[in-house]
Every structure is written in structure tokens, then in C-alpha cells.
């Protein structure tokens, strides 16, 4: 029997089996993990510049209201304020009782030549209003409505009060009275109202209570001369049939001049 010839092994070559990587995929592998990371470096640049504003950038306001929210305040300003004009003493006001420079009226009552008590006689004449007595002005027709005294003072002034007795304060010796002194207001008419006009034409009207004091009202005017005119009167029962108004009183202010 023939023995069939054996094939022997091929003998181990010296160079080493090929990788079994292809060049393609560590291409593909290189390739993704660059785009990643420019990726990542793209995005934290556009996050980073968003949430950074810098210092001197001004916000953008969408609405009105977003709009004054971010704006800005005005600088304050470092310049002094302009000192006020020193005020000139002529120019101060100095406040009280108001002395009229002369007293007139529409009419004035004749004096009365003897008194049945005392023999004396007594005036009427417009200036008693401010002489500071209980003697007055008194008018000469009987009720006395329509009547009125003039009053001007040197400068205008700003009265503050206007007033008069709206009667006849005198005190007088009576022979109703047995001839013992006697308020001469129970027995003439009461003023029941007047009527206050000013310089510029403006006017107020006064009413009052039949009590023999002076009664005030308040004003507010600036003028040289008051007018006060009697609107209407009242006589008691028994009174004589004449008005007779004892005093006027005016207050405010006036220019101090010293």
C-alpha cells in the first residue's frame, strides 16, 4: 500500500495579520467628537454672551412701563439756588386799627339847639363816626334808607373788618327817664342792614342783631375809600322817627413806611 504524501503546514510568515479597524470608521470617530466639541464651544459662547450685559450697555425696554423701570435718574446739579431779593421795609404790612384821613355823608341831620335836660345842644356831623365818642352821624331823612358816609384813608389799605353800631349809643340825661341819664339806642331806629362798597366796585351788605355794641364783619379788600350805605331800618314802638348811627370801625393792614 502507497502511502499518500502528507501536506505539511505552511510555515508562519513574519508579517503581522492586517487590523481588522477600517481607516474609514476611525475617520468617522475623529470627525464626530471634533463637531462636539465645536458644538459645545459654540453654545457656551452664544449662553455666556447672552447672560452677560456690559457695564455701560442700556437695557431694551419692550412697554412703557419697562421703559420707566430702566430709565436712567438725572444727575443732580451742584448749583447753588439764586438768593430771593431782600423785601423792602416799604413793603411790609403792619396790622390793626385803620384811622381814616377824612369822614363825609350824603347828608347830615341839624343839630339839636337845646336839650330839654340839660339846656346843651347836640351835632350830628359824619366825622363823630370815628372821634371815639357815643355821639355818631345821623341822617336826615326820617328811616334813614338810602343815606350813607364816606370814609378815605391817605393809602390803600387791606381792610380785614368793616363795622358800625347799628344805632345810638349815647347816654344822655332823658326826660322819659326823669331826666336821668338814659341809652339813647331803645329810642331811635335800628339798622337793620347796610351795604359795604369798595374801590373796585365790589360790595358786600351787612346785616345785624339789635344790640346797642359794635358789630364787626369780615372783608377782604384793597382800596382807598369805603362807602356804607343804609338798606333798611327799624323803629320801636314809641322811638323817636330818626336813625342815628353812633360809630364806624375798620381794621387791616397798611404799608409801614419807617
Not at 38 to 58: C, I, M, N, R, Y
Not at 119 to 125: E, M, Q, V
Amino acid at each position: 500500500m502507497t502511502d499518500e504524501p502528507t501536506m505539511a503546514e505552511p510555515p508562519p510568515s513574519e508579517t503581522p495579520p492586517p487590523d481588522r479597524r477600517r481607516p474609514g470608521f476611525t475617520l468617522a470617530v475623529v470627525a464626530s467628537l471634533a463637531f462636539l466639541l465645536a458644538s459645545g464651544a459654540l453654545l457656551g459662547w452664544v449662553l455666556g454672551s447672552s447672560e452677560t450685559t456690559p457695564d455701560d450697555a442700556e437695557p431694551q425696554a419692550t412697554t412703557k412701563l419697562d421703559r420707566a423701570r430702566t430709565t436712567r435718574p438725572a444727575r443732580a446739579t451742584t448749583e447753588p439756588e439764586a438768593e430771593a431779593e431782600p423785601v423792602s421795609r416799604t413793603t411790609l404790612l403792619q396790622v390793626g386799627p385803620l384811622a381814616p384821613a377824612s369822614v363825609s355823608a350824603s347828608n347830615t341831620r341839624a343839630l339839636t339847639p337845646k336839650l330839654a335836660c340839660t339846656g346843651g345842644s347836640i351835632s350830628y356831623f359824619a366825622d363823630q363816626l370815628t372821634d371815639g365818642t357815643d355821639l355818631g352821624w345821623g341822617a336826615s331823612s326820617s328811616d334813614g334808607t338810602g343815606q350813607y358816609f364816606d370814609v378815605s384813608f391817605d393809602k390803600p389799605v387791606h381792610l380785614s373788618t368793616v363795622g358800625i353800631t347799628p344805632g345810638y349809643l349815647r347816654e344822655a340825661r332823658r326826660p322819659s327817664n326823669d331826666c336821668e341819664p338814659a341809652s339813647s339806642f331803645g329810642v331811635n331806629r335800628f339798622v337793620n342792614a347796610v351795604e359795604w362798597t369798595f374801590d373796585d366796585g365790589t360790595s358786600v351788605i351787612q346785616r345785624f342783631e339789635q344790640r346797642p355794641e359794635m358789630q364787626f364783619m369780615s372783608v377782604d379788600a384793597v382800596t382807598s375809600s369805603v362807602r356804607m350805605t343804609i338798606l333798611e331800618t327799624t323803629r320801636p314802638p314809641g322811638a323817636d322817627d330818626d336813625t342815628v348811627i353812633s360809630e364806624a370801625s375798620f381794621t387791616g393792614a397798611q404799608p409801614n413806611t419807617a
